[in-house]
Every structure is written in structure tokens, then in C-alpha cells.
Nanobody, 124 residues
Framework: QVHLVESGGGSVQAGGSLRLSCAAS????????MGWFRQAPGKGREGVAA????????PYADSVKGRFTVSRDNAKNILYLQMNSLKPEDSAMYYC?????????????????WGQGTQVTVSS
């Protein structure tokens, strides 16, 4: 059974940085892709970044390009999200997600496994 646990969220002022981590367990082989989504109150779940099982990063969401960097430690099954130059509009619950096989796009429906989320709050 796949289990995802996020950490690293918190409160920061605009312009600051945070690094999120997602520890995965239960992966049975190397075919899992992983990604980050976020959801602000009253809004839908938005894809932020994702990494294929090969390690290739798919295009970031336009809203975070140039500010966020996703990376993956396959040996430890940990996914990271380095968030720089944070803005108040980045405030949301951030979720780690995973799926198996070929990742066709940064859509929630393409991901099967989800973590419980970690809150990020950016103040102006």
C-alpha cells in the first residue's frame, strides 16, 4: 500500500522560501511518478510540478515557473519542492501525489495516491 507523507510547510513572509518534502513508502518498483498539487480555500486543486519515474520533470504550472523547483531522490523515495520568492497567492494546502506508469499531464485525475497535505501560508 502506497503511503505519502508531506512535511516542511509553515508560515513565511512574501519573498521568503520554503522546502517541502514528501516521503513515499509502499512503492513496489521504479514505475511511479510523483507530483505536487495545491488547493486554496474555495478553489480547485491545482497542479504545481511533477516528476516522471525516469526523473524527467514535466513543465511547471505557469504560476510557479522560475520560482519553484521540484526534485526527486529515487533511492530514498522522497520528493522535494523548493519554493522561492513566495507570494501571498501561493498560500494553500500543498499535497503530494503519485501514480504508476506513464504520466500524461499535471492533472489530479492522473494521480492515484495522495498525502494528507501540508499548509503553506505566505503573508504580505
Amino acid at each position: 500500500q502506497v503511503h505519502l507523507v508531506e512535511s516542511g510547510g509553515g508560515s513565511v513572509q512574501a519573498g521568503g522560501s520554503l522546502r517541502l518534502s514528501c516521503a513515499a513508502s509502499g512503492f513496489t518498483d521504479n514505475s511511479y511518478y510523483m507530483g505536487w498539487f495545491r488547493q486554496a480555500p474555495g478553489k480547485g486543486r491545482e497542479g504545481v510540478a511533477a516528476v516522471r519515474s525516469s526523473g524527467k520533470v514535466i513543465p511547471y504550472a505557469d504560476s510557479v515557473k522560475g520560482r519553484f523547483t521540484v526534485s526527486r531522490d529515487n533511492a530514498k523515495n522522497i520528493l522535494y519542492l523548493q519554493m522561492n520568492s513566495l507570494k501571498p497567492e501561493d498560500s494553500a494546502m500543498y499535497y503530494c501525489a503519485a501514480g504508476r506508469g506513464m504520466l500524461s499531464g499535471l492533472l489530479p485525475t492522473n494521480f492515484v495516491y495522495w498525502g494528507q497535505g501540508t499548509q503553506v501560508t505566505v503573508s504580505s
